[in-house]
Antibody, heavy 125, light 108 residues
Framework: EVQMVESGGGLVKPGGSLRLSCAVS????????LNWVRQAPGRGLEWVSS????????YYADSVKGRFTISRDNAENSLYLQMSTLRAEDTAVYYC???????????????????WGTGTTVTVS | EIVLTQSPGTLSLSPGERANLSCRAS???????LSWYQQKPGQAPRLLIY???KRASGVPDRFSGSGSGTDFTLTIVNTEPDDLAVYFC?????????FGQGTKLEIK
């Protein structure tokens, strides 16, 4: 069964740090880029960060750049998000998501997030 | 940054009616990079549509997507009570990979 399971959420004081983990099973971990997406209470989805299959290409939302670090351990089938200098506005449910890529017969590339975890809650207060 | 603006904010329909959800982008981009997600209360998002018009595995054919350039639409025909959810569009054209703010679908 394809599965992504987040952990590491909790209550932390402003200025503190937290490390989220996402354990992956049921698919070839090294074949996919991975993403973190968050959702503040009662709000919409916000893309946070993306990491390529090898870890060579990394992107961040401006709201977390310089404070959050995404990484992956391809030997452990795990994705991580190191969060530091946390703020109240970082309070959210954090989801990890698989980024799938398909190329069609016309050489058009499709990118989308097709597998999601159930989320882990981070509260900064 | 590509800003995705969804409308309406809330859509209230009776079962069996048709829903048209709009997603407008601040810049044009390839439709192959536009996807739609459904999020039911208390659940994680679920992929509905990718490439603007391709249904994900297991998605009923009541759901369809269309559009290109800057204007995209998610259509739900014969809405059912189980369609109660918030629907988000998303772009993977360039970082930051933004979401729309969502459209909440209410079933009367």
């Amino acid at each position: 069964e394809v599965q992504m399971v987040e952990s590491g959420g909790g209550l932390v004081k402003p200025g503190g740090s937290l490390r989220l983990s996402c354990a992956v099973s049921g698919f070839t971990f090294t074949a996919y880029s991975l993403n973190w997406v968050r959702q503040a209470p009662g709000r919409g989805l916000e893309w946070v960060s993306s990491i390529s299959q090898s870890g060579n290409h990394i992107y961040y939302a401006d709201s977390v750049k310089g404070r959050f670090t995404i990484s992956r351990d391809n030997a452990e089938n795990s994705l991580y998000l190191q969060m530091s200098t946390l703020r109240a506005e970082d309070t959210a449910v954090y989801y990890c998501a698989r980024q799938n890529m398909v190329r069609d017969s016309h050489n058009y590339y499709y990118y989308y997030m097709d597998v999601w975890g159930t989320g882990t809650t981070v509260t900064v207060s | 940054e590509i800003v995705l603006t969804q409308s309406p904010g809330t859509l209230s329909l009776s079962p069996g009616e048709r829903a048209n959800l709009s997603c407008r982008a601040s810049q044009t981009f390839f439709s192959t990079l536009l996807s739609w997600y459904q999020q039911k209360p208390g659940q994680a998002p679920r992929l509905l549509i990718y490439g603007a018009s391709k249904r994900a595995s297991g998605v009923p054919d009541r759901f369809s997507g269309s559009g290109s350039g800057t204007d995209f639409t998610l259509t739900i025909v014969n809405t059912e009570p189980d369609d109660l959810a918030v629907y988000f569009c998303h772009q993977f054209d360039r970082s930051p990979y933004t979401f729309g703010q969502g459209t909440k679908l209410e079933i009367k």
